[in-house]
């Protein structure tokens, strides 16, 4: 079965499936292996079957089922060297072979798939996105960035489908109730992407091809699906794209599966 499903997306935990039919990988797995061994078999797939997880970043809502998955299953997991290191305060230990490091901005292959990382800017040792190529398309997760760079769009830019971070609305961030340094710190360039922002990224990917475009990350406190949702609509109707017609537009749950391709 190939497909392109978010398991679990938000401030509690997140992670993510992508499968050519023959590979099967997960992006993080920051909720319990229990919890995403359950989400697996409602899409039809055993841990067993998991090829890989690659690892955005060594936070805890993404990381937090990856050592048991790992030693329970045999699944190497997939990270920069740095962010590895930091990751196993909290997974544990893992076997060393199933311990596989990269250089952020570098591409390899798991299976049939190719995996392009790209560098994000998140307050964390090494953050990465991933693009994955097969079937002759790209598809893309892209979370955990306080800003757009030059190197996410380079690596977003093909990409049929997107998973995107609408983590935020500014107001109710600025209005609610965090602790002045915690807001400063999702407002910065190393932070989150805001609502706004995240529809401005949508609204290019979609003018570079991209047909399926779908919101994840989304803060517990400090947003809502239907605010998040209508902020790129809007940003959509505003450049003239059409949600149904030029591009399909999705929230992600953030406890539920989400069929993006």
Partial sequence: MSGFYTLFSGSSGNCTFISDGRTNLLVDAGVSAARIAEALAKIGIHPSEIHGILVTHEHRDHILGVGTLSRNYSIPVYATSAT??????????????????????????????????????????????????????????????????????????????????????????????????????????????????????????????AENIVLGHLSEKNNTPDIAYNTTAECFAANDIKIGKDVNLTVAPADGICHIV
């Fill in 84 to 209: 590895m290191e930091k990751a196993m305060t909290v997974t544990g230990w893992i076997f060393d072979d199933n311990i596989h490091v990269f250089n952020a901005n570098e591409k390899f292959g798991v299976g049939d798939i190719e995996v392009f990382s790209f560098s994000t800017s998140h307050d964390a040792v090494d953050s990465v996105g991933y693009t994955f190529r097969f079937g002759g398309n790209y598809y893309s997760v892209a979370t955990d960035m306080g800003c757009v760079t030059d190197v996410v769009l380079k690596h977003l830019c093909k990409s049929k489908a997107v998973l995107i971070e609408s983590n935020h609305d500014v107001e109710m961030l600025k209005n609610g109730p965090y602790p002045y340094h915690l807001k400063q710190r999702i407002l910065g360039r190393r932070g989150h992407l805001s609502n706004e922002h995240a529809s401005l990224l949508a609204a290019q990917l979609v003018k570079w091809g």
